[in-house]
T-cell receptor, first 114, second 110 residues
Framework: GAVVSQHPSWVICKSGTSVKIECRSL??????MFWYRQFPKQSLMLMAT?????????EQGVEKDKFLINHASLTLSTLTVTSAHPEDSSFYIC??????????FGPGTRLTVL | THLLEQSPQFLSIQEGENLTVYCNSS?????LQWYRQEPGEGPVLLVT?????EVKKLKRLTFQFGDARKDSSLHITAAQTGDTGLYLC??????????FGQGTRLTINP
């Protein structure tokens, strides 16, 4: 149980295009999902908290117009990187909260912007 | 600076040796999780500790939560090459987001 999937697992795009990443909780409902960014050989950095049916809460320094989050259902949250640039290239990981304090992570999406 | 300080950040030892990874903070956490992450994959939850002083064992891995719920440790006995990976501790403050440590990159040499 507690499986979280992400799609796509990797994506390469041209600078200026937008990319959508999906995060799904496969066997449980999650009112709260989280989006993280991870640079090589570093720990996870929380970008935003995604709440079903309401606006996402962004961490300080994260541009909400750049990283659009939609949590339309209890099993799906999406992160759209708008007008992507090479500096947006990173490993993006989502997690879903099954119960208080415990998060289960997706396998991650490697984004490369050319 | 990290709210959760993990040490060591890098550790390379021989197969069969024992090791301990520490996770320290000046803040109190309602719970603390340990994750293991392999390259190109998401973190996998190993354990959640909730009660101060709690000890949990997972085969050769022993996890301890400090009495004051500010620190935790992960001890691996007789390390194997399959234990290689990035180990992350994460503290929860209430029912919201997790605060991650910097991670410990562990390499077990055959």
């Amino acid at each position: 149980g507690a499986v979280v999937s992400q799609h796509p697992s990797w994506v390469i795009c041209k600078s200026g295009t937008s990319v959508k990443i999906e995060c799904r909780s496969l066997d449980f409902q999650a009112t709260t999902m989280f989006w993280y960014r991870q640079f090589p050989k570093q720990s996870l950095m929380l970008m935003a908290t995604s709440n079903e049916g309401s606006k996402a809460t962004y961490e300080q320094g994260v541009e909400k117009d750049k990283f659009l989050i939609n949590h339309a259902s209890l099993t799906l949250s999406t992160l759209t990187v708008t007008s992507a640039h090479p500096e947006d290239s990173s490993f993006y990981i989502c997690s879903a909260r099954l119960k208080a304090d415990t998060q289960y992570f997706g396998p991650g999406t490697r984004l490369t912007v050319l | 600076t990290h709210l959760l300080e993990q040490s060591p950040q890098f550790l390379s030892i021989q197969e069969g040796e024992n090791l301990t990874v520490y996770c320290n903070s000046s803040s109190v956490f309602s719970s603390l999780q340990w994750y293991r992450q392999e390259p190109g994959e998401g973190p996998v939850l190993l354990v959640t500790v909730v009660t101060g002083g709690e000890v949990k064992k997972l085969k050769r891995l022993t996890f301890q939560f400090g009495d004051a719920r500010k620190d935790s440790s992960l001890h691996i006995t007789a390390a194997q090459t399959g234990d290689t990976g990035l180990y992350l501790c994460a503290g929860a403050q209430g029912a919201q987001k997790l605060v991650f440590g910097q991670g410990t990159r562990l390499t077990i040499n055959p």
